[in-house]
C-alpha cells in the first residue's frame, strides 16, 4: 500500500506541557514540521517513529530541535524494551492496590490523602499539539483511482476485533523475567469470579461511538479545563478517531491466540469496571512496537485515586504487558513507545520510571540508554547523545524574541533541524527518486517535470523525510 501525504510545512503552536497545570502555554512557542497523511502504511509509520516523528489523528510531525532560539520544550521519543522490563516495586504495588478494589471493593489511597478526597491532576497530559486544519487537496482525493494510479495493496480490514486483551493467554510461565509475573497480576481481576466488581479490557479498532465522546467532554472539561465549544465532536474524530494508518495483517509464527489483535493499525484500549467506561487509551500497533497516543479517565474516580493509578501507571502496565503477549505469540520484538519525553517536565517523568528505556537522538536517529542519556540532558538542554558537546543549548538559548503575534514563515529554518537534510542542497538521486501524483489528473509526476513554484514545498519534505521519502508519494494540485 502506498503512503500518500501532503506537505504541510514548519509552525508553531502553544505547547501543552509549560503552560499552568492542565493548560496549554499563552502565545506560540513549540515549532514543528508536519504533513498531511492521505493515507499511511504502518510499516512507513514505524520507520517515522524511529526517526523522532509522531502523529496527531492525520498530521504527522517533527520536533527534531526545528527551531532552538523558539521553540520551548525538546522532546525525544522514548521507547521501553518489554522484553527485560522489570516491574519496579511502587507499580507492583500499584497494580495491587487497583486489583484490590476489583476483588475486595478496597478503595486505593495513597499517603498524604484520605478516602474519598477528590484531587486535581496535575500530570495529566494534554494534546500534544495543534493539528492544523485538513488541506482542501486531501479532502478532495479521488481513491478509487488513486488505487488504480499507485496499484495499491490494502489489508483485508478483516479481524475479530474487539478483542479481549488479559483472557486466554495459554499456559502459564514463570521465570527471572519478571514481565510473566506482570501479565499474571494484569488478568488477576478479571479472572477472579468472586470479584465484587466486574473489569474488562479490551482492544477495539479506532471508532466512533457516543460513549466515548461523552468520556472525552468529561476528561477535558475537568482534566484540561477546556470550553464546550473546544471539545467539537470533530476535533475528538481528527484526533482520536480518524487517522491515516491502512489495517495490515499480523504474522504470529508461534499462532494467534484469539485476543491478540489479527492486524497492524490504530486501536481503542477500553477499560470498562462494572459495564462503564471509565478510561480509553488510544495506541498504535506497529511493527515491533506498541505506540501509546493518549489516554483519558473518567474524573469520577479521582474520588478514589484511580486518577492517579490509570493515567500514569495501570494503563501503561497493561500495554506492556499486551506488547510482552505479542511478542510471546510470535509477532517479533514489540517494544513500547511512550510517545515523548521531555527531561525537565513533571508531567513527563513517570515515563523515565519503566525500564529499561531508551531516548532517540535526534541527528543520529539511533537509540541510547535512559540513564547515559539523562547524564547529558543534566547539563544540556539540546543534546545529540552521540555528540554530546557539539549540541549545547541552555534555557536562555530558547527564549523566543520574536513575539506570538510574528507572521509565521512555513519553509524549514536555517540551519536545518537536527537529522534533517538541507532542502537548499538535496542529492538529484533522492530527488529522481521521489514520486509527485497531480491530484487534479492523476497521473504520476518527476520532481524535475514540476514548475518551480511548487519545488520550495518538495523540498523541505524531502528533507525532513530524508532517504525514505522515495517511500512516499507526495501530493499536490
Known amino acids: 500500500m502506498a503512503s500518500i501525504v501532503v506537505p504541510i510545512g514548519y509552525?508553531?503552536?502553544?505547547?501543552?506541557?509549560?503552560?499552568?497545570?492542565?493548560?496549554?502555554?499563552?502565545?506560540?512557542?513549540s515549532y514543528s514540521y508536519g504533513f498531511w497523511a492521505v493515507q499511511l502504511s504502518c510499516k512507513d509509520y514505524k520507520d517515522l517513529i524511529d526517526s523522532g516523528w509522531r502523529r496527531s489523528g492525520a498530521y504527522v510531525y517533527s520536533r527534531k530541535n526545528p527551531d532552538r532560539s523558539r521553540t520551548c520544550c525538546p522532546q525525544y521519543t522514548i521507547k521501553l524494551d518489554v522484553q527485560n522490563f522489570k516491574t519496579p516495586r511502587t507499580q507492583r504495588q500499584e497494580l495491587h492496590r487497583f486489583n484490590r478494589w476489583i476483588i475486595k471493593d478496597e478503595h486505593p489511597v495513597f499517603k498524604g490523602e484520605h478516602k474519598g478526597t477528590a484531587k486535581s491532576d496535575d500530570t495529566g497530559e494534554n494534546m500534544d499539539i495543534e493539528i492544523p486544519s485538513k488541506p482542501d487537496i486531501a479532502s478532495a482525493v479521488d481513491f478509487k483511482k488513486l488505487e488504480e494510479v499507485t496499484d495499491s495493496t490494502q489489508g483485508d480490514g478483516k479481524g475479530q476485533d474487539p478483542v479481549t486483551v488479559s483472557k486466554h493467554r495459554g499456559s502459564k510461565s514463570k521465570g527471572k523475567n519478571n514481565t510473566f509475573d506482570l501479565l499474571d497480576c494484569v488478568q488477576e481481576a478479571q479472572n477472579n469470579g468472586d470479584a465484587k466488581h466486574k473489569l474488562e479490557v479490551t482492544i477495539e479498532r479506532a471508532s466512533y461511538t457516543e460513549e466515548k465522546y461523552e468520556?472525552?467532554?468529561?476528561?477535558?472539561?475537568?482534566?484540561?479545563?477546556?470550553?464546550?465549544?473546544?471539545?467539537?465532536?470533530?476535533?475528538?474524530?481528527?484526533?482520536?478517531?480518524?487517522?491515516?494508518?491502512?489495517?495490515?495483517?499480523?504474522?504470529?509464527?508461534?499462532?494467534?491466540?484469539?485476543?491478540?489483535?489479527?492486524?497492524?493499525?490504530?486501536?481503542h484500549h477500553m477499560y470498562r469496571v462494572d459495564g462503564k467506561l471509565i478510561a480509553m487509551g488510544v495506541i498504535d500497533i506497529l511493527q515491533g512496537c506498541v505506540s501509546s497516543v493518549y489516554l483519558m479517565y473518567d474524573p469520577v474516580y479521582q474520588a478514589l485515586s484511580l486518577g492517579k493509578l490509570m493515567k500514569s501507571k495501570i494503563s501503561a502496565l497493561f500495554e506492556i504487558s499486551l506488547a510482552a503477549e505479542m511478542t510471546k505469540a510470535g509477532a517479533?520484538?514489540?517494544?513500547?513507545y511512550m510517545g515523548y519525553y521531555i527531561h525537565d517536565c513533571v508531567k513527563m517523568k513517570y515515563k523515565a520510571t519503566y525500564q529499561p528505556s531508551y531516548l532517540l537522538d535526534a541527528v543520529t536517529n539511533e537509540f541510547y540508554p535512559y540513564k547515559e542519556s539523562s547524564d547529558v540532558l543534566e547539563k544540556y538542554r539540546w543534546a545529540s547523545f552521540a555528540q554530546s558537546k557539539s549540541i549545547k543549548v541552555t534555557a536562555e538559548d530558547n527564549k523566543d524574541d520574536h513575539g506570538s503575534d510574528e507572521e509565521e514563515d512555513e519553509n524549514l529554518p536555517v540551519p536545518s533541524p537536527a537529522g534533517f537534510l538541507n532542502p537548499r542542497d538535496l542529492p538529484r538521486s533522492l530527488l529522481n527518486n521521489v514520486k509527485i501524483l497531480d491530484?487534479?489528473?492523476?497521473?504520476?509526476?518527476?520532481?524535475?517535470?514540476?514548475?518551480?513554484?511548487?519545488?520550495?514545498?518538495?523540498?523541505d519534505l524531502v528533507a525532513a523525510l530524508g532517504n525514505k521519502a522515495s517511500n512516499f508519494i507526495i501530493l499536490v494540485t
Open 439 to 459: 491530484n487534479s489528473s492523476m497521473s504520476l509526476l518527476t520532481y524535475f517535470t514540476l514548475p518551480r513554484s511548487f519545488r520550495p514545498q518538495i523540498d
Open 215 to 267: 468520556l472525552f467532554k468529561k476528561y477535558q472539561t475537568t482534566i484540561h479545563h477546556e470550553t464546550i465549544k473546544e471539545q467539537r465532536k470533530s476535533s475528538f474524530k481528527g484526533f482520536l478517531i480518524d487517522g491515516p494508518l491502512k489495517y495490515t495483517p499480523i504474522s504470529y509464527s508461534n499462532g494467534r491466540l484469539a485476543h491478540l489483535p489479527s492486524h497492524y493499525g490504530q486501536y
Open 332 to 336: 517479533g520484538k514489540v517494544d513500547l
Open 11 to 29: 509552525s508553531g503552536s502553544s505547547c501543552g506541557y509549560c503552560g499552568e497545570a492542565g493548560q496549554r502555554s499563552k502565545k506560540k512557542e
